[in-house]
């Protein structure tokens, strides 16, 4: 069997690969469609607001306001910031409900409410957050975060040394630790500013955080893709939540509300992610982990399984699936981490073993196994098999997403003459063919984690099927 690992980089080609159909969820997805500000202003600070609104901050019209669920301004819930023109930046509430606004010109913390100002002594104050004794850290895109009371004095604490010219978001946790954006990673300090040793070094660039009503600390991307959770000691709380919406706008500002639905600014727009934060009791807000998968059934062709699954029936979305596979009783680990498709191919299973199958769905909120699969053994054939095609290589369809598979044919075969071979991009379907090519479509093609198999099998005038010669394709 040959089996050949080309990075698409390499060729510099991309392929949108397509997975099976998910069935239709019975409740809400996690991740929810953007709801655009009504002015259509620059949205930048976000803080959650009573009855299940949003206080949103418009920097450039300098203005706070409420919105609902459908983006439409709730009531008569208005406060201009007349001291900061256009260039407003975060949004805190304070544990007795008190809305404060910060500006990064004139440094300013203004009570929303009252339309008191107080200026702070530091340059281009960015994010605030209250703290759980009433006072306020605002950090500075100087590079600093300062300690003030709730009537803005100075308390002589700053976390000092930060990056300048970046976005500092600032997080308080239940024990009072600040976590602060710095230089992609997030970091925990203590009430006095001390550095606790608590780095977050996140796999993307962190653009805004939100501490959930169990004092966990959740991070998103700059480009509001992705979402993580960790503990008050930095441990994840799982896998990341993944948007499956596309967005090319900056994530500004983030917050929790009351329900545990996590929400965040993009400069024109506020989106949600509902049920992720943890109650106190540290059980998940509104949801639960994913339904497990059921159905998981275990095929054999020559030495390659094909596992297929149905997903449950809940609309909890899980992330991914991972297949875990068993031989002989004992688990081999994780064989395919699928993001859409609900078929894994493994090749080169050994002779003779019995293996078993198990499929978890996951989400940032948990997981869930499925049953086992049923038993499979590879046996090996007591006669002769065609000999496998050779020299597998693909050519990407510049029209229609498709692919074009090339082998060199069979020469001096095992057995009788070859009639025909079969070829395959990782689905249950496959393509039946004389030459020594085929033009496989994009619905036939499957993506298994981070790559997609591709085999092609020889068939002989007896009707008998070679092993597949297998060509992974890594996608990076």
Request: proline share 5%.
């Amino acid at each position: 069997m040959r089996l050949l690992r080309i990075a698409l980089g390499v060729l510099g080609v991309t392929l949108s690969m397509q997975g099976v159909a998910s069935a239709a969820p019975s409740k809400a997805p996690l991740w929810q469609p953007a709801i655009v500000a009504p002015s259509h202003g620059f949205l930048t600070g976000i803080a959650p607001a009573p009855g299940g609104n949003m206080w949103v901050q418009d920097a450039g019209n300098a203005d706070v306001y409420q919105i609902n669920g459908s983006g439409a301004v709730a009531g008569a819930s208005h406060h201009s910031l007349s001291q900061c023109p256009a260039n407003g930046s975060g949004l805190a509430l304070n544990e007795h409900g008190v809305l404060w606004a910060s500006c990064y010109q004139p440094s300013v913390m203004t009570n929303v409410m009252t339309a008191n100002s107080v200026a702070v002594n530091i340059t281009q104050a960015w994010g605030l957050a209250f703290d759980h004794v009433g006072n306020i850290w605002v950090s500075s895109l100087e590079g600093s975060v300062s300690k003030f009371t709730a009537q803005g004095a100075a308390t002589g604490i700053a976390i000092t040394g930060l990056s300048i010219g970046t976005e500092h978001a600032v997080a308080i946790d239940a024990t009072n630790n600040v976590w602060v954006v710095e230089d992609g990673a997030v970091v925990q300090y203590g009430p006095t500013g001390h550095e606790t040793g608590v780095r977050i070094g996140a796999t993307y660039d962190v653009g805004a955080i939100a501490v959930d009503a169990a004092g966990n600390l959740w991070s998103i991307d700059t480009a509001g893709q992705a979402l993580h959770g960790f503990s008050d000691a930095g441990a994840s709380l799982g896998a990341s939540v993944v948007s499956p919406f596309a967005s090319s706008s900056r994530v500004y500002f983030a917050t929790f509300d009351e329900a545990g639905n996590f929400w965040y600014s993009t400069g024109n727009a506020v989106q949600e992610v509902v049920g992720v934060g943890r109650s106190p009791g540290g059980h998940a807000v509104g949801h639960t982990a994913p339904q497990a998968p059921r159905s998981v059934i275990a095929n054999m062709f020559a030495n390659t399984a094909t596992v297929t699954f149905t997903p449950g029936s809940d609309g909890n979305l899980p992330t991914h699936y991972n297949v875990t596979m068993y031989a002989n009783g004992h688990s081999t680990g994780v064989v395919c981490t699928l993001t859409g498709a609900h078929f894994c191919s493994i090749a080169n299973l050994s002779a003779l073993r019995k293996y078993q199958f198990s499929v978890a769905a996951v989400n940032v909120l948990g997981h869930a196994f499925s049953d086992l699969s049923n038993t499979i053994t590879y046996v090996p054939p007591s006669g002769k098999l065609p000999s496998a095609p050779g020299t597998v290589t693909l050519t990407p369809q510049i029209h229609g997403g498709g692919v074009t598979l090339h082998w060199r044919a069979v020469t001096k075969n095992k057995t009788g003459r070859i009639t025909a071979y079969i070829c395959s991009g990782g689905a249950q379907q496959s393509v039946e063919v004389p030459g020594t090519s085929c033009t496989l479509p994009r619905s036939l093609i499957v993506k298994h984690g981070t790559f997609v198999t591709f085999t092609v099998v020889s068939v002989d005038a007896a009707h008998r099927h070679s092993a597949p010669s297998v060509l992974n394709f890594v996608l990076s």
